[in-house]
């Protein structure tokens, strides 16, 4: 089953639109590469390469649009008012995608799509019951000129995990089914998801990492990581 969505977004003042494949099963909430589209797992092939687990309604695929373009990336922006997007565009995932869901998803992405899938999980253990980052960058610091401020702080995994203490989040992270963070030995950005492992894992979330050889920051790499962790 592939069923194409679009809705307007009161939080982002436009349309959204996304793609979803197979009726039943876990629920995977799919986030795109930096500035990629809901179609870029079918066109890359992710979609196929994971059809058989689709048709037997073990997982299905929930493949939402970005606005990387809007928020991160937006150099004509400050980075205050690209951070503010970032949270006007995670108000609409919670608010207009996961309540479609008949449980919490498991947050997935590759490369940027990484950090936004982490990033929902941590900042709203409640609202999903894993993640799964594949070769991500979890700094956001590099996107923002050296900007500093709560909101960055807060959207930052790397600067409010070691800090972070209250059972209202630990506890549920410690629950999630799923918790996945993948890389490549020479990948450019595996000391991030080095570094956001070790943290998890002080924490007490014990999270599965995984150091795959080579640079593995590529869609063969990724459809294989994604039939292993599926």
Not at 73 to 99: F, M, W
Not at 199 to 205: Q, Y
Request: aromatic share 14%; glycine share 8%; hydrophobic share 40%.
């Amino acid at each position: 089953m592939r069923e194409y969505l679009r809705d307007w977004s009161p939080s982002l003042g436009r349309e959204m639109e996304m793609l979803r494949f197979g009726e039943a099963g876990l629920p995977l909430l799919v986030f795109p590469t930096s500035q990629g589209r809901f179609f870029q797992w079918e066109d890359f092939g992710m979609v196929t390469a994971l059809s058989d687990k689709i048709d037997a309604g073990y997982i299905q695929l929930w493949c939402v649009d970005s606005v990387d373009s809007e928020s991160w990336y937006a150099k004509d922006k400050t980075p205050a008012e690209r951070v503010e997007r970032h949270l006007a565009y995670e108000g609409y995932i919670l608010d207009q995608v996961t309540p479609r869901m008949a449980v919490a998803p498991v947050a997935v992405g590759t490369s940027f799509g990484a950090l936004h899938s982490v990033l929902l999980a941590l900042r709203h253990p409640n609202r999903v019951s894993g993640f799964i980052g594949m070769s991500g960058a979890y700094d956001v610091q590099r996107w923002l000129d050296g900007y500093f401020d709560n909101s960055v702080y807060f959207t930052n995994p790397l600067a409010f995990l070691p800090g972070l203490i209250d059972p209202a989040y630990l506890d549920p992270l410690k629950k999630m089914q799923k918790k996945v963070i993948a890389t490549g030995e020479q990948d450019p950005n595996v000391g991030d998801s080095l570094r956001l492992g070790l943290l998890l894992r002080e924490k007490g979330v014990d999270p599965r990492l995984d150091v795959w050889p080579g640079w593995s920051h590529d869609w063969p790499f990724w459809k294989d990581m994604m039939r292993r962790y599926v």
